[in-house]
């Protein structure tokens, strides 16, 4: 009997420790979170941190102040580059936040993911920072899933 109690504590110790660590697992990758909303027309807080799911249906980005899910089949244009292109700067949306279209730096990293969809009949857009070691295993599922092709500035580096 006594044998077993001690198992069990041992049990239920073990139980502890490996909880906490998932626990933590969790709050570090909320707070390192890859993709920063930077802009868009959706009411979200500038800079909110959060994680991009690709659906089956839909891709969804959520951060504490909120989300948003983009059906693949309302996506008319996906874009990751360094900068906000001429294209996007050139089409008439209604931007809450709004996106950066001068890079502060001439860089060749790709840095921006943008998402321009059409939904109920008005322009919608989602400009994502995410860094280019974060984006590269998201790029082939994106135009799986989407049966679209998210254009990449050509002269990017993946080492």
Do not use: H
Not at 43 to 55: D, T
């Amino acid at each position: 009997m006594l044998e077993r109690m001690k198992l069990l504590s041992f049990v239920g110790l073990v139980v502890m420790i490996a909880g906490s660590g998932v626990l933590a697992t969790a709050k570090d990758r909320a707070a390192n979170a890859p993709f920063k909303y930077v802009a868009g027309t959706e009411k979200l807080p500038e800079g909110c941190q959060g994680a991009l799911q690709v659906g089956d249906s839909a891709l969804n980005f959520t951060c504490p102040g909120g989300s948003v899910s983009v059906p693949y089949s309302d996506i008319t244009l996906m874009q990751y580059r360094p900068e906000v292109s001429r294209q996007v700067s050139k089409l008439k949306i209604k931007w809450e936040v709004k996106p950066p279209f001068t890079a502060p730096l001439i860089s060749k990293k790709n840095r921006y993911f943008v998402i321009v969809y059409q939904q109920q009949g008005r322009t919608g857009g989602l400009v994502l920072d995410v860094p280019p070691l974060t984006m590269r295993p998201y790029l082939a599922e994106i135009d799986l899933k989407a049966g679209k092709r998210v254009e990449v500035k050509e002269y990017e580096e993946y080492n």
